[in-house]
Nanobody
Framework: QVQLMESGGGLVQPGGSLRLSCVAS????????MGWYRQAPGKQRELVAT???????KYADSVKGRFTISTDNAKRTVYLQMNSLKPEDTAVYYC?????????WGQGTQVTVSS
């Protein structure tokens, strides 16, 4: 069972930035895909960004140009750099891994964008 530990959430003003990190308990080199999802109160969980082992990335339209997903294999970590944050970005952000044989979720980290 892969363990995922997210960090980096918090309270930020509109227009501010945060960087989320997700550390895996084992090497991410063989994972098919890693990504970030979010769930706002009263809404369904939605995809934010994903990155394949090949390096190809995919973003939700709402975050394109503002968020960047990246990985550091040596640190077993996937990052989500979030810039120009908006109140509608407020949500619990979850790390996700697709290892083909199984999928794994982190516990989530709260991001609140408010003045």
């Amino acid at each position: 069972q892969v363990q995922l530990m997210e960090s980096g959430g918090g309270l930020v003003q509109p227009g501010g930035s945060l960087r989320l990190s997700c550390v895996a308990s084992e090497s991410i080199f063989t994972f098919y895909e890693m990504g970030w999802y979010r769930q706002a109160p009263g809404k369904q969980r939605e995809l934010v960004a994903t990155i394949l082992g090949s390096g190809n990335t995919k973003y939700a339209d709402s975050v394109k140009g503002r968020f960047t997903i990246s990985t550091d294999n040596a640190k077993r970590t996937v990052y989500l750099q979030m810039n120009s944050l908006k109140p509608e970005d407020t949500a619990v952000y979850y790390c996700h891994v697709n290892a083909l044989t199984a999928t794994h979720w982190g516990q989530g980290t709260q991001v609140t964008v408010s003045s």
